[in-house]
Nanobody, 125 residues
Framework: VQLQAFGGGSVQAGGSLMLSCAASGRTFSHYYMGWFRQAPGKEREFVANIGWSSGSTNYADSVKGRFTISRDKANNTVSLQMDSLKPEDTAVYYC???????????????????WGQGTLVTVSS
């Protein structure tokens, strides 16, 4: 499994960015795709996830209403639309995936087996 995240950059507070994650190496029918982020000096934290087959989504409270996760089955990509960005959203963002049949907490980074390389998002005030 290979995941490649892209789309990061610098934006002013209130702006928008879209991150994408290209997934390859297998079919992801029964997988969760997640986005996580890690700010300097902080632990990696959950942002959002989506069931590849069901399309069901979950969001961290800190991004609910501002971020939208989606998947494109035809192109094997998962996107994270980030609106109303805040300086506290500044972090390296990672996409990750895991088989959904495991009995795991899918909002925990520890649950995920495959990770992309990360893309930096910087939000200035």
């Amino acid at each position: 499994v290979q995941l490649q995240a892209f789309g990061g950059g610098s934006v002013q507070a209130g702006g928008s960015l879209m991150l994408s994650c290209a997934a390859s190496g297998r079919t992801f029918s029964h997988y969760y795709m997640g986005w996580f982020r890690q700010a300097p000096g902080k632990e990696r934290e959950f942002v959002a996830n989506i069931g590849w087959s069901s399309g069901s989504t979950n969001y961290a409270d800190s991004v609910k209403g501002r971020f939208t996760i989606s998947r494109d089955k035809a192109n094997n990509t998962v996107s994270l639309q980030m609106d109303s960005l805040k300086p506290e959203d500044t972090a390296v963002y990672y996409c990750a995936t895991v088989y959904a049949g495991f009995d795991r907490n899918f909002q925990s980074p520890a649950a995920y087996d495959y990770w992309g390389q990360g893309t930096l998002v910087t939000v200035s005030s």
